[in-house]
């Protein structure tokens, strides 16, 4: 699975290596020792200019900061907004702008399986959530997103869940299964698994060795770009204990140290608010010195990660893509993870973005307001950096005496091979302090008419399968901790008596439901029976939560769109 992975994150990051005629030398690599001595422009650092810092750039004229979603989602909606983010107003008009630059590598609606020929179904967990940041942006634009770009998986797993706690750290997660009616085809059930991660207290959890490996390329120069970037990572520094160092590396034309380590938080917004953006794009060189720099302050025990913040559009870097994915998979075997946050848009290479932080056993989030970066950097800062279970796994048996066609809603690119499941070696996903992960299959019950027909020389139910008719499925988890070598195994039995009892979704189960449904929608799922976005929101429900109200709205923006 690494290798197909390296693949086909190989393929997708010779697209950011296209200009490499264009690369600069060694010599071009420049470090600062101090945030005083430098001010990055972009394209070059004060060093180079003879150690003569550059005059600071006159204060800019304050103005009123723009929500992106406030526009279209709504006077309700922007109300919300004013009273979690005073400075915000809402723009009368939103304009959309051209995706046509922008790379993602979406995969196929998982095909349907017939238990007794396929009864085994393995993926890795996936925490990434940054699909549903970018839908929402697009929709939000007045446009409906390409079908590449949505991954179901992450807008189940962007809302909470009430799972139950994990007993302790012991186990790390809680495992918790349920059964429902299928709103799309009365035909067919609804199977959701979903794992609750333990909460870590904030004053015992591990110290942090944080490296923001920020992009200051001239296409980093929007007001949803760099200007957010400050704005994200001064949240995050404001979460620091004494014990966690923060250093600040940039690239653009050039890669430079523009931080040393550590946890002042004014000494750390004081640096985010002298950078500025432009040049092109040495985001290869930018990565080696930020993992220079997480090694030379590694923290044994501790987090050691580095947080990458760009458009994605790194057009001049590494000849040899293959060696930047070695990199990355060796610092991460070594002990340093990485995490890539998403900005703007137009250029936006999502495809990269996600596979990068895969490799590097990290998660993928996209930003798209200033209430998304406090949401990911400071609200859940400890599930985005602190991982408490590594390379998960889950491992579903069905029961072909109880099911007889199933799929997976998402995860396609999650998938894993079979005998992948027992094989330490082979990467997984990672879950972090209080995350949560969901996973819902749709099946038939068996003596059910399914999706696909009866075969005319298929085999009768296996004995076996008979004589353990009272088990619907059986689960399997496999993790280590986070500094395990060997994995651990957990075990669960799905009763079959939750067929019979099986009553339409409610509450959580429901709203996981609608919005497994919009995913499925958005990407022209054709099984879902003309479910529309009435009915996804009317299976929402009424919620007070702020962020499930907004994915009603998001929903009936959708529906608007699309025209039904």
Same mark, same amino acid.
């Given at each position: 699975?690494?290798?197909?992975r390296?693949?086909?994150?190989t393929? /997708?990051?010779a697209?950011?290596?296209?200009?490499?005629?264009? @690369?600069?030398?060694?010599?071009?690599?420049?470090e600062?020792? %101090? +945030?005083? @001595?430098?001010?990055?422009?972009?394209?070059?650092?004060?060093?180079e200019a003879?150690?003569?810092?550059?005059?600071?750039?006159?204060?800019?004229v304050?103005?009123p900061?723009?929500?992106?979603?406030?526009?279209?989602?709504?006077?309700?909606?922007?109300? =919300?907004?004013r009273?979690?983010?005073?400075?915000?107003?809402?723009?009368?008009?939103?304009?959309a702008?051209?995706?046509?630059?922008?790379?993602?590598?979406?995969?196929?609606?998982?095909?349907?399986?017939?238990? @007794?020929?396929?009864?085994?179904?393995?993926?890795?967990?996936?925490?990434?959530?940054?699909?549903?940041?970018?839908?929402r942006?697009?929709?939000?634009?007045g446009?409906?997103?390409?079908?590449?770009?949505?991954?179901?998986? $992450?807008?189940?797993?962007?809302?909470?869940?009430?799972?139950?706690?994990?007993?302790?750290?012991?186990?790390?997660?809680?495992?918790?299964?349920?059964?429902?009616?299928?709103?799309?085809?009365?035909?067919?059930?609804?199977l959701?698994?979903?794992?609750?991660?333990?909460?870590?207290?904030?004053?015992?959890?591990p110290?942090?060795?944080?490296?923001?490996?920020?992009?200051?390329?001239?296409? /980093?120069?929007?007001?949803?770009?760099?200007?957010?970037? =400050? %704005?994200?990572? +001064?949240?995050?520094?404001?979460?620091?204990?004494?014990?966690?160092?923060?250093?600040?590396?940039v690239?653009?034309?050039?890669?430079?140290?523009?931080?040393?380590?550590?946890?002042?938080?004014?000494?750390?917004?004081?640096?985010?608010?002298?950078?500025?953006?432009?040049?092109? %794009?040495?985001?290869?060189a930018?990565?080696k010195?930020?993992?220079?720099?997480?090694?030379?302050n590694?923290?044994?025990?501790?987090?050691?990660?580095i947080?990458?913040?760009?458009?994605?559009?790194?057009?001049?870097?590494?000849?040899d893509t293959?060696?930047?994915? $070695?990199?990355?998979?060796? $610092?991460?075997?070594?002990?340093?993870?990485?995490t890539?946050?998403?900005?703007?848009?137009?250029?936006?290479?999502?495809?990269? /973005?996600e596979?990068?932080?895969?490799?590097?056993?990290?998660?993928y989030?996209?930003i798209?307001?200033?209430?998304?970066?406090?949401?990911v950097?400071?609200?859940?800062?400890?599930? %985005?950096?602190?991982?408490?279970?590594?390379?998960v796994?889950?491992?579903?048996?069905?029961?072909?005496?109880?099911?007889?066609?199933?799929?997976?809603?998402?995860? $396609?690119?999650?998938?894993?091979?079979?005998?992948?499941?027992?094989n330490? =070696?082979v990467?997984?996903?990672?879950?972090?302090?209080?995350?949560?992960?969901?996973?819902?299959y749709?099946?038939?019950?068996?003596g059910?008419?399914g999706?696909? +027909?009866?075969?005319?020389?298929?085999?009768?139910?296996?004995?076996?399968?008979?004589?353990?008719?009272?088990?619907?499925?059986?689960?399997?988890?496999?993790?280590?901790?986070?500094?395990?070598?060997?994995?651990?195994?957990?075990?669960?039995?799905?009763?079959?008596?939750?067929?019979?009892?099986?009553?339409?979704p409610?509450?959580?189960?429901?709203?996981?439901?609608?919005?497994a449904?919009?995913?499925?929608?958005?990407?022209?799922?054709? /099984?879902?029976n003309?479910?529309?976005?009435?009915?996804? +929101?009317?299976?929402?429900?009424?919620?007070?939560?702020?962020?499930?109200?907004e994915?009603?709205r998001?929903?009936?923006?959708?529906?608007?769109?699309?025209?039904?």
């Amino acid at each position: 699975m690494r290798f197909a992975r390296t693949v086909a994150a190989t393929s /997708m990051i010779a697209l950011m290596a296209g200009c490499a005629a264009q @690369q600069r030398s060694a010599e071009d690599v420049t470090e600062a020792k %101090t +945030a005083d @001595q430098v001010v990055v422009t972009g394209e070059r650092t004060a060093q180079e200019a003879g150690n003569v810092p550059p005059p600071p750039p006159p204060p800019p004229v304050a103005a009123p900061r723009s929500h992106p979603q406030a526009a279209v989602l709504g006077g309700a909606y922007a109300s =919300k907004v004013r009273m979690a983010h005073p400075g915000y107003h809402v723009p009368p008009v939103m304009v959309a702008t051209d995706p046509g630059r922008e790379r993602y590598d979406g995969k196929e609606v998982s095909p349907v399986k017939l238990t @007794q020929a396929e009864p085994v179904s393995t993926f890795s967990v996936d925490v990434d959530t940054g699909a549903y940041a970018n839908t929402r942006r697009f929709l939000s634009q007045g446009r409906m997103p390409p079908r590449d770009a949505v991954r179901t998986e $992450e807008l189940i797993n962007y809302f909470r869940y009430d799972y139950a706690r994990p007993e302790s750290s012991g186990t790390p997660f809680s495992v918790n299964t349920d059964l429902a009616l299928t709103p799309w085809n009365e035909q067919t059930r609804l199977l959701r698994i979903g794992l609750r991660g333990y909460d870590l207290d904030r004053d015992t959890r591990p110290p942090a060795n944080l490296v923001f490996l920020m992009d200051v390329s001239g296409s /980093m120069n929007r007001a949803d770009k760099l200007p957010l970037v =400050k %704005t994200a990572l +001064a949240g995050l520094a404001g979460e620091l204990q004494k014990r966690d160092r923060v250093s600040i590396v940039v690239y653009a034309g050039a890669a430079g140290l523009v931080l040393e380590p550590t946890n002042d938080e004014r000494k750390i917004k004081a640096a985010l608010e002298r950078l500025q953006a432009g040049g092109s %794009t040495a985001g290869a060189a930018g990565l080696k010195l930020a993992y220079n720099i997480a090694r030379d302050n590694m923290i044994e025990g501790g987090v050691n990660r580095i947080l990458i913040a760009t458009d994605g559009d790194f057009n001049v870097g590494m000849s040899d893509t293959k060696s930047l994915i $070695e990199m990355i998979e060796r $610092e991460r075997d070594n002990g340093i993870t990485l995490t890539t946050l998403g900005f703007g848009t137009g250029n936006y290479n999502e495809a990269m /973005m996600e596979q990068i932080a895969d490799h590097g056993n990290g998660n993928y989030a996209y930003i798209d307001s200033a209430l998304e970066a406090r949401k990911v950097l400071v609200e859940q800062m400890s599930s %985005t950096l602190f991982t408490i279970a590594k390379d998960v796994k889950i491992q579903v048996e069905f029961n072909p005496a109880q099911v007889s066609q199933y799929r997976l809603l998402g995860y $396609e690119n999650r998938a894993l091979r079979e005998e992948d499941f027992d094989n330490d =070696k082979v990467d997984a996903g990672d879950i972090g302090a209080g995350h949560q992960v969901t996973a819902i299959y749709e099946i038939v019950p068996a003596g059910v008419k399914g999706w696909i +027909a009866p075969r005319r020389y298929q085999d009768k139910v296996p004995d076996a399968a008979l004589r353990k008719s009272g088990e619907l499925a059986h689960v399997k988890l496999r993790y280590k901790l986070p500094n395990g070598k060997t994995s651990r195994l957990i075990e669960r039995t799905v009763p079959a008596s939750l067929i019979q009892r099986a009553a339409r979704p409610t509450g959580d189960f429901a709203f996981a439901t609608a919005v497994a449904a919009f995913g499925q929608t958005l990407r022209g799922d054709e /099984m879902m029976n003309d479910f529309s976005a009435e009915d996804i +929101a009317r299976l929402a429900g009424k919620n007070g939560n702020f962020w499930r109200q907004e994915f009603v709205r998001l929903v009936g923006v959708a529906g608007s769109l699309k025209g039904g």
